[in-house]
């Protein structure tokens, strides 16, 4: 995937997202870049989110 593509995506959900009143704040949007670009998965991320929501309760 090229760099382009992979901002086009994160512009396509960013306004998706904005429609609804939640745009991404950028951490978001480097976290979309570094999944596209195969640095970490969704189930990484996923699972840092819980632990990270998890201590916070």
Request: one cysteine or more.
């Amino acid at each position: 995937m090229t760099n382009d593509e992979i901002e086009n995506r994160i512009a396509r959900v960013n306004a998706t997202m904005a429609m609804e009143g939640m745009p991404l704040s950028e951490d978001e949007k480097n976290v979309l870049r570094d999944i596209f670009l195969g640095k970490v998965s969704c189930d990484e991320v996923i699972k840092e989110l819980v632990e990270k929501y998890k201590q916070e309760e």
